[in-house]
């Protein structure tokens, strides 16, 4: 089933804004794993790449979202340097706990070539 | 013999930089950082924290040193001039365990931070800005 035909919106989003231009980071490259607890080994669920408003739409299905700890892997360095830049993080992982996957989460990333920030939205 | 496996070599034979944070207070550190609770607006002091190096043959992280943050959340001393080459390099924050000796939960079971040190001969400053459900970092001085 694509992304596009999901009949639930993904309870997990993203966002990732460029504050350094001002502009959404458009065309980067991410993934969501989840924690193994068992193994202690990550799992790749889906690699994605944002789209013209930064975000990435459809990142997780309902059932796949369980309790456990989840990483957002942003490919930030290869951004930059699709913009002809350098920056001083060659990638940004984002390791949160989900307790309640009933609830609604969103991790964004608002982005410059030498720092970044991360919040729990909505 | 490549410079690779020297590097690799010299990984056995030496323990990286495993003393103790308080033996180095080194002001001259080349690397910094501070940790700030931003949302008690107080340095985040008594966080566990690790420098990490990544091995550029095998990409494999080596652990350079640990340590704990003062009552001004900083951690002086994390690593010795000699021992700062370019690199990518990785700073870890046992975040959700300084909430819990606060009494409080935290989105982030930990945080870590990877950047990478084209020149070594200058000076580093990560710090972390955390609250219970976020955080920020930047390239400081």
Redesign the interface.
């Known amino acids: 089933m694509s992304k596009n035909t999901l009949p639930y919106p993904s309870p997990l989003t993203t966002h990732v804004l460029n504050i350094g231009d001002g502009v959404p980071a458009t065309r980067m490259a991410l993934s969501l794993h989840r924690l193994d607890s068992n193994l202690l080994i990550w799992n790749m669920l889906s690699v994605r790449t944002t789209n013209e408003d930064g975000r990435c739409p459809g990142l997780i299905g309902r059932h796949m979202f369980t309790p456990g700890m989840y990483k957002l892997r942003f490919e930030t360095g290869s951004y930059w340097e699709s913009l002809g830049q350098t920056s001083f993080y060659p990638y940004v992982e984002v390791v949160f706990s989900i307790s309640d996957p009933e609830e609604r989460f969103h991790v964004p990333l608002l982005l410059s070539r030498f720092s970044y920030s991360t919040y729990r939205g909505s | 013999m490549s410079a690779c496996r020297l590097q690799q070599l010299k990984g056995h034979i030496l323990p990286e930089n495993k003393v103790s944070i308080t033996a180095m207070a080194d002001s001259t550190s080349p690397l910094t950082t501070h940790v700030l609770n931003t949302a008690m607006g107080v340095p985040g002091s008594n966080m566990a924290l690790s420098l990490h190096r990544q091995d550029l043959c095998t990409n494999a992280w080596s652990l350079i040193n640990t340590g704990t943050t003062n009552d001004d959340g900083r951690c002086p001393g994390i690593i010795s001039k000699h021992l700062f080459t370019a690199g990518?390099y990785k700073m870890r924050f046992e975040t959700?365990q300084y909430w819990e000796s606060l009494g409080e939960a935290c989105?982030?079971?930990?945080?870590?931070?990877?950047?990478?040190i084209d020149d070594p001969s200058l000076k580093y400053h990560v710090p972390l800005l955390l609250s219970n459900?976020?955080?920020?970092?930047?390239?400081g001085s």
């Not at chain 2, 989105?107 to 990478?116: L, N, R």
């Open positions: 990518v959700a989105f982030y079971p930990y945080v870590e931070i990877v950047f990478t459900f976020s955080y920020t970092t930047y390239r």
